[in-house]
C-alpha cells in the first residue's frame, strides 16, 4: 500500500511526539527475524513498557528532527529499521530485554540507543543490559543501609550488655561464695 506524502508527515509528527514523551529509545536491524520472533520480541518487551515497530527510514527521520534528536549516525537510518520506544520505567530493563534477544537470535542487531538526551552506541547499549537494574539496586542500597544501621544498634548497645554480663558474674560468683 502506497503512503502518500500527507500521510508520512502525520506519521512523523504523530512518532516525534512519541519520541519526545519517551524514556529511551532503541534502534535495531531487524533483517532475517520471521513474523513470529518480531511478535514473541514484542511480547517479551510489554512488561518494559517498551514497544517494538518497524519504522520506515525516511518516516523515523524526520520524526527524529522533529522530537529535537539529532542522529549520532547518519548510517542509523540506513537499511531496515526497527525502533523500540520505551514510555516509562528502567531503560536498563529493556537494554537486557533486547541484548537477550539479540543472543538468542543473531538477526537482530542492536544499532544504538536514546536516553535522557545522550546517544548510546552499540558496545555501549550492550553495557548498559550488564547493569543491575533499577529495583535490585534499590535493594541492595537498602540491604547496605540495613547492616549499617544493625551494626550501629549493636555498637551502642554493648556496653549495656557487657555490664549485664558482669554482673550476673559477679552475682553467680557471690552466689557460690555464699553456698
Known sequence: M????VQKKELSEKLAEELKQSRGIFFA???????QNLADLR????????????????????AAKGAGIGA????????????????????VSAAKVLSAFEKEFPALKLKACYSDKVWYNQNECKR??????????LGSL???????????????????????YALKA???KKGAAAA
Open 29 to 35: 536491524s531487524y533483517q532475517g527475524l520471521r513474523f
Open 72 to 91: 549520532s549516525d547518519a548510517a542509523l537510518f540506513k537499511g531496515p529499521l526497527a525502533v523500540a520506544i520505551q514510555k516509562e520505567g528502567d531503560i
Open 128 to 137: 548498559l543490559a550488564s547493569l543491575a537494574s533499577r529495583p535490585e539496586l
Open 43 to 62: 511480547s517479551r518487551l510489554s512488561s518494559s513498557n517498551c514497544r517494538f515497530r518497524v519504522v520506515r527510514n525516511a518516516i523515523m527521520s524526520n
Open 142 to 164: 537498602a540491604g547496605t543501609l540495613y547492616g549499617s544501621v544493625s551494626q550501629i544498634a549493636s555498637v551502642l548497645q554493648a556496653p549495656m550488655r557487657d555490664l549485664a
Open 170 to 172: 559477679v552475682g553467680d
Open 2 to 5: 502506497k503512503v502518500t506524502k
